[in-house]
């Protein structure tokens, strides 16, 4: 069997066009245009390419760029004042810290400061609790974007068998929830798991963030399978995700490429959720 590539970049620019389209309604409705503050500390290369890459995405669909960079050495205060600013502004409807932010400096106590409402990286304890809670908030945008995905190919998900490789802030457990929200039986694998081959078998959707290149090989796949791969790795022979793509083809139905499988769709739901964050703001209700 060869398996069916999942086009990421396909359906991101969907999902963009319809952002775009939601920003046209929101300022013929009297609104104002989204604005997206991303904040980068630092000079951290992929950090870099990622900003860039959000930032040119914000102003495609219509929304101010209100970046902000910091440098490498900025104190903690400096950097909490920035927030705070950011904080205050109605022009910015999302606050985008982008992390790892430099050794010395308190991520999360930076993070604190986002108000819910804008957090559009779905990042704070208040957006991680709603979502613990199966309450409406903001939501991360990489397991967004892999509901997305699995949303798009019509991938049954309640009563699935789903394994979660990873169990970060950033993707493993807020993945784990939206596939319990969608009624997946969920199983959760990280570092300490026994026999992880074993456990991914049982997966009828296998979604992967382990940051491991090749984690992932086809005795960890159960035929018929959906493997969505969130890892990304630069390799001298180009980028690599956690799973040995080629050879786990011939065992899944459907995979995602790397690149162009889940990396485009993580941009697109920020812009989404950048625009839910402004409709918020400006006092209209998602979908208006
Ligand atoms: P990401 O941002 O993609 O989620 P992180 O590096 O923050 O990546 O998290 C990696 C996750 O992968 C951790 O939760 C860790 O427990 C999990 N992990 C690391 N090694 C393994 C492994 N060998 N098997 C399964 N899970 C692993």
Same mark, same amino acid.
């Given at each position: 069997?060869?398996?069916?590539?999942?086009?990421?970049? +396909?359906?991101?620019?969907?999902?963009?066009?319809?952002?775009?389209?939601?920003?046209?309604?929101?300022?013929?409705?009297? /609104?104002?245009?989204? /604005?997206?503050?991303?904040?980068?500390? /630092?000079?951290?290369?992929?950090?870099?390419?990622?900003?860039?890459?959000?930032?040119?995405?914000?102003?495609?669909?219509?929304?101010?760029?209100?970046? *902000?960079?910091?440098?490498?050495?900025?104190? *903690?205060?400096?950097? +909490?004042?920035?927030?705070?600013?950011?904080?205050?502004?109605?022009?910015?409807?999302?606050?985008? !810290?982008?992390?790892?932010?430099?050794?010395?400096?308190?991520?999360?106590? !930076? !993070?604190?400061?986002?108000?819910?409402?804008?957090?559009?990286?779905?990042?704070?304890?208040?957006?991680?609790?709603?979502?613990?809670?199966?309450?409406?908030?903001?939501?991360?945008?990489?397991?967004?974007?892999?509901? +997305?995905?699995?949303?798009?190919?019509?991938?049954?998900?309640?009563?699935?068998?789903?394994?979660?490789?990873?169990?970060?802030?950033?993707?493993?457990?807020?993945?784990? *929830?939206?596939?319990?929200?969608?009624?997946?039986?969920?199983?959760?694998?990280?570092?300490?798991?026994?026999?992880?081959?074993?456990?991914?078998?049982?997966?009828?959707?296998?979604?992967?963030?382990?940051?491991?290149?090749?984690?992932? /090989?086809?005795?960890?796949?159960?035929?018929?399978?959906?493997?969505?791969?969130?890892?990304?790795?630069?390799?001298?022979?180009?980028?690599?995700?956690?799973?040995?793509?080629?050879?786990?083809?011939?065992?899944?139905?459907?995979?995602?490429?790397?690149?162009?499988?889940?990396?485009?769709?993580?941009?697109?739901?920020?812009?989404?959720?950048?625009?839910?964050?402004?409709?918020?703001? *400006?006092?209209?209700?998602?979908?208006?």
């Amino acid at each position: 069997m060869t398996a069916q590539l999942i086009d990421g970049a +396909a359906v991101a620019r969907q999902v963009r066009e319809d952002v775009a389209k939601g920003v046209a309604e929101l300022l013929a409705a009297g /609104g104002t245009a989204p /604005g997206l503050a991303t904040v980068l500390i /630092g000079h951290d290369p992929a950090s870099e390419v990622y900003i860039r890459n959000k930032r040119r995405a914000c102003t495609t669909a219509g929304m101010a760029d209100l970046h *902000q960079h910091l440098p490498a050495d900025v104190d *903690q205060a400096t950097a +909490a004042a920035l927030i705070d600013q950011l904080a205050a502004d109605p022009a910015v409807s999302g606050i985008l !810290l982008q992390l790892p932010t430099p050794g010395h400096l308190d991520s999360e106590e !930076l !993070l604190s400061r986002i108000p819910d409402g804008k957090d559009v990286d779905g990042l704070t304890v208040a957006n991680a609790g709603l979502l613990a809670q199966g309450r409406s908030g903001l939501r991360p945008c990489t397991p967004s974007g892999v509901i +997305a995905l699995l949303d798009h190919h019509d991938v049954p998900l309640s009563g699935a068998e789903a394994v979660v490789v990873g169990r970060s802030v950033l993707v493993g457990k807020p993945m784990a *929830q939206l596939l319990l929200e969608r009624h997946a039986t969920v199983t959760i694998c990280h570092s300490r798991t026994r026999d992880l081959a074993a456990v991914c078998r049982r997966a009828d959707v296998l979604v992967v963030a382990a940051g491991i290149p090749g984690l992932i /090989g086809p005795d960890a796949v159960k035929p018929g399978a959906t493997v969505i791969d969130v890892g990304i790795h630069r390799g001298e022979t180009g980028l690599h995700g956690d799973v040995d793509t080629a050879a786990v083809a011939e065992v899944a139905a459907r995979i995602t490429p790397v690149p162009g499988g889940v990396g485009p769709m993580t941009i697109a739901m920020l812009l989404a959720n950048t625009l839910t964050a402004a409709r918020r703001q *400006q006092g209209l209700v998602d979908g208006a």
